[in-house]
């Protein structure tokens, strides 16, 4: 990262900027709980913000039609910036998540201060954080949808092997639908189908 | 992916949206020339996908202010799609690229098809492939950007070991110069850089 010093020709600005940039990239060695649909490894973050910027490009037409996208995809490409900082916190560990939001916070405060105009990008965060707008709801629930398709697609090996129970699925499902029922419809569907064929076998011996 | 046609609850089209994200997803199985700035590892079209994104938003305002930003980052969400059907094509093999690029518009309308609304995407495909607005300009001379400057930060190392010339960088560099000078300028400084680090050591053999 020194050698971005050596970058005379640009100015200080453009430098920071790059900097910033590759900095940003090292998402790609924060992995998640879920893993790739054929089970090989786990996916890691940078995928994942893509994979959700596909989603919400794909779903908004039919589930959110009003919502400014341009937005919706500024805050999926940074969401998970903090990461690098902070890891990431599987949904399903709830005292975790809790433990860890302040923890985020106050990485995405020294995250975008690497950038010059690193204010912008992080209203843009704050805003997904906040839940105050249509467009973070959206992203919101496309974050927390996607995961669950990947799951549901990869055949529930992990919710099977680590003893996730519907309940929990139901209440990630109960969040959606208070952000944006049109996902929520389809995050209920996969969790249905998910119980039927035996996903959560936990669910038998309470 | 069967099991797409067992969740009754929601409407053929949800499920054919649902299925296409799922194809989607694949992306994070298919390996580019350049590695991760550790050199751990090749950087996947899914995580490329992400971080040119990323990029665009972070060097539009200074280099391209008056791009419909929302249009650029669907084009960059979408334009390695293909690539599930006929791999990445390294840019510096340039009889391969120019063979692989029917396949690609071919791959498109396979990849597009599968999607209800898929016209609209294929459409935002076919700019990014044509280059005839200043959206599609600047997004491609992001994403051909994006490698250089991670394949610098990474110390050159792939460069060096697959005997790159300078003369080659130079070309991209030209190239995004008739994209979008501002983002050449950068190219070229940290091609300039690389050059003097010795990045090139080929040219002296020529």
């Known amino acids: 990262m020194e050698r971005l010093d050596g970058l005379g020709a640009v100015g200080q ?8 940039l590759a900095y940003a990239h090292e998402l790609t060695s924060v992995g998640r709980f879920v893993r790739l649909v054929d089970g090989s490894r786990p996916e890691n973050s940078a995928e ?4 959700v910027g596909l989603c919400a490009i794909v779903l908004a037409p039919s589930a959110a039609p009003a919502v400014n996208l341009e937005r919706v995809l500024k805050m999926l490409a940074v969401h998970d910036l903090v990461e690098i900082e902070v890891g990431d916190v599987p949904i399903y560990d709830k005292s975790a998540r809790a433990a860890v939001a302040e923890l985020e916070r106050a990485a995405a405060t020294e995250v975008f201060n690497r950038l010059p105009e690193g204010r912008q990008l992080h209203e843009v965060w704050i805003e997904f954080d906040a839940l105050d707008t249509q467009e973070a709801r959206f992203a919101r629930a496309v974050d927390r949808l996607q995961p669950i398709l990947l ?3 990869g055949g529930g090996r992990l919710w099977r092997s680590a003893g996730i129970r519907r309940q929990q699925l139901d209440e990630i499902s109960q969040f959606i639908h208070e952000l944006c029922p049109e996902l929520a419809a389809l995050a209920q569907a996969i969790i249905n189908d998910a119980a039927d064929r035996g996903d959560f076998p936990e669910d038998h011996f309470q």
Do not use: D, P, Q, V
């Open 48 to 51: 994942h913000s893509w994979h």
């Open 13 to 20: 600005h453009a430098r920071e900027r790059l900097r910033f």
């Open 151 to 153: 799951h549901w697609i």
